[in-house]
């Protein structure tokens, strides 16, 4: 069961979403987002927020980062803020995803709430889903990459094969 939902965003939205930070930041015409350069100037953009890098120790093995939305605070494992540094597109999507999470629920305030009704959850109301689509959306900008093969696109933007492979097909669907 999910326990947590959000309100109604399609992939077209959250495109735009991206597309409007990107413009904001004046990075609209960048392929390779710079991603972890974005964690040091968000505290510029959005007032509370904050971030910090943790021991690889304080997070569970299979957890890489998290939210905190009520302190608009991103904790990030130092492995994955290394990976990321040096260019390892795991781990540079790993950073949108928290900064998906961060822009949806702390600075547009989507909707967010229990769910209580142990109901299916569409796809599209699940916050994992939309933090998901989000970075995805950031890093391999549609407007910039539509005509782009899957090898070019992960080479450009710096994401692994499989998300250039996920955003080539939804972008082509």
């Known amino acids: 069961m999910i326990e947590y939902i959000v309100e109604p965003k399609s992939r077209k939205d959250l495109?735009?979403?991206?597309?409007?930070f990107r413009k904001k930041l004046g990075l609209l015409n960048v392929l390779y987002f710079p991603i972890v350069e974005?964690?040091?100037?968000?505290?510029?953009?959005?007032?509370?927020?904050?971030?910090?890098?943790?021991?690889d120790s304080f997070f569970p093995p299979n957890v890489h980062a998290d939210t905190e939305i009520t302190k608009k605070h991103i904790r990030i494992k130092e492995?994955?803020?290394?990976?990321?540094?040096?260019?390892n597109g795991r781990d540079r999507m790993t950073i949108a995803h928290e900064i998906g999470h961060y822009i949806t629920l702390c600075v547009c305030g989507f909707s967010f709430q229990r769910n209580f009704k142990n109901e299916e959850v569409p796809v599209y109301c699940m916050p994992e889903w939309q933090a998901k689509c989000f970075a995805g959306e950031l890093m391999v900008a549609y407007h910039l990459t539509s005509e782009l093969s899957c090898l070019e696109i992960e080479e450009k933007?710096?994401?692994?094969?499989?998300?250039?492979?996920?955003?080539?097909?939804?972008m082509h669907a």
């Open 15 to 20: 495109r735009q979403l991206a597309y409007f």
């Open 157 to 170: 933007c710096g994401v692994t094969i499989s998300a250039a492979m996920y955003q080539y097909d939804k």
């Open 79 to 87: 492995s994955v803020y290394i990976g990321a540094t040096m260019g």
């Open 38 to 55: 974005l964690l040091d100037i968000m505290y510029e953009l959005f007032e509370g927020y904050s971030y910090e890098i943790v021991p």
